[in-house]
């Protein structure tokens, strides 16, 4: 796809010189993601960087899961990424599952431990840390580091056979406990897991680590270019030192880029997950999830997230987005596309007292401004309107140009009217208007000249279309990412209204998914969970204007 084109970057220069040099004939690039929960728009920029690079230049893209700890994998995550990917507007070349490796891996293990690159360590996990130091203290020797080649095969074909406990042992690389870099002191490459795996079943009750398997994962595809995010800058000598101890014939090249932060967002699978276990969301496509299933739900478009996406770039520095930054990109492809349509939200009565009893009349309405292709529909009118209550004030401000008591307005695409009376309940609560309308106006043109400075939108109530709209704020207010749960303690608990409104007829047959701009609120989508016949439930995407500006 032509549009995929990636702007330019420093990743970007790389692959090209590296094409020029002739050190790769082809780029082959990965998407690599875990099935241990829903992609989330941090992954939506490593997706759009990687297909695109090779989409440029004409090279090809994997889709592989990283399936290497069966405790926290499941089968609906690796359904859900797929559809992600897809929806996105991306195919893979080729699927693969890092566990489709594991014999390969295995022997590479055995491998390393004929060298003398690797042996069995009975340590456990916390003095397995303790013997590793710190960042500003040495590590030192692990007591079962010089185990012989014999030993260590044995031990390690009897964790295959699964004759250990979890945790009882570990294959650890060998390869220098006092490195200044710590994850080069002797990692754990293999440990024991006597769980199901949601694709060997069975199978396997040793795994590899991530830090093992994934470099092994990339030369076994003749990946060239493995592109992830800053924190695993550090483990690239362990990377580079995995592919040449184990003697692999294509050489991949990692390089890293700063990872997506963005304002009141949490950009963390772990804590997104903490949210649907404690209910604080109803799934992760809740239209307030950064995932892009709940993204879609809500109603984005897969173009305005690839927009966004390349609009942020690429860059080794960390940096945080402001999340109206995508909000721009939603309105600006929207904004042509979307039809129109009147909604009311929070409805008030309005009765037209000179209008005739029984009469209704159309009113031929365009869908879309900014789209003279769309067409018009018809609008009915009729005695009694549906307006929004914030149109009408009984002591107004200064400069209040909506209705109040003796004042005029114009009803769009309708007539003047003018309020004359206020109607109210026992409780002194506003629950109607009485109005006259000038039947002159019609089309709300002055038919003398006069100016009527307010313009409100109505829905006719005899016609009205009752639906259910759901306005959303951001889920989280702040969010340190310091891997603690108190980020909970900054869930917004105003982040969902849900309001109960009436919408214009046309809307009657309304699909999930569909999308309009509702006059003066914003853009809406029907939630695909829960709009079904006789039903209508409609998210808010974004609201219409927002002061947010795109540098240049």
Known sequence: MSENKVTSNFIKNIVAEDLKSGQYKEIITRFPPEPNGYLHIGHAKSIVLNFGLADEFNGRTNLRFDDTNPIKEDTEYVKSIKED????????????????????????????????????????????REYRGTLTKPGKESPYRNRTVDENLELFEKMKNGEYKDGEKV??????VKSPNINMRDPIIYRIAHAY?????????????????????????????????????????????????????????????????????????????????????????????????????????????????????????????DSQMLDYFLRDDLEKKAPRTMAVLRPLKVVITNYPDGKIENFEV?????????????VPFSKELYIEQEDFMENPPKKYYRLFIGNEVRLKSAYFIKCNEVVKDESGNIVELHCTYDPESRGGNS?????????????????????????????????????????????????????????????????????????????????????????????RIVSLKSSFKIKK
């Open 85 to 128: 990917v897809k929806w996105l507007g991306y195919d893979w070349d080729e699927l693969h599952f890092a566990s489709n490796y594991f014999d390969e891996m295995y022997k590479h293990a055995v491998l390393l431990i004929k060298k003398g690159k690797a042996y069995v360590c009975d340590l456990s996990a916390e003095e397995i």
């Open 171 to 176: 294959l650890r690389a060998k390869i220098d």
């Open 197 to 321: 795996h949601q694709n060997t079943k069975d199978k396997w009750c040793i795994y590899p680590m991530y830090d093992f398997a994934h470099p092994l994962e990339d030369a076994i595809e003749g990946v060239t270019h493995s592109i992830c995010t800053l924190e695993f800058e550090d483990h690239r000598p362990l990377y580079d030192w995995i592919v040449r101890e184990c003697e692999m014939k294509k050489v991949p090249k990692q390089i890293e880029f700063a990872r997506l932060n963005i304002t009141n967002t949490v950009m963390s699978k772990r804590k997104l997950k903490k949210l649907v276990d404690e209910k604080f969301v109803d799934g992760w496509d809740d239209p307030r999830m950064p995932t892009i299933a709940g993204l879609r739900r809500r109603g984005f478009t897969p173009g305005s997230i690839r927009n966004f996406c390349r609009a942020i770039g690429v860059a080794k520095a960390s940096s945080v987005v």
């Open 366 to 378: 365009e869908n879309n401004p900014d789209d003279p292709t769309a067409g018009t529909r018809n």
């Open 447 to 539: 038919p003398d000249g006069r100016k009527v400075r307010g313009t409100i939108h109505w829905v006719n109530v005899e016609t009205a279309i009752p639906a259910e709209i759901r306005l959303y704020q951001p889920l989280i207010v702040e969010d340190g990412e310091d891997g603690s749960d108190s980020f909970l303690d900054n869930v917004n608990p105003n982040s969902l209204e849900i309001l109960n409104g009436f919408l214009e007829p046309n809307m009657k047959d309304v699909k999930s998914g569909q999308k309009y701009q509702f006059f003066r609120h914003g853009y809406f989508s029907a939630d695909p969970k829960y709009t079904k016949e006789g039903k209508l439930v409609f998210n």
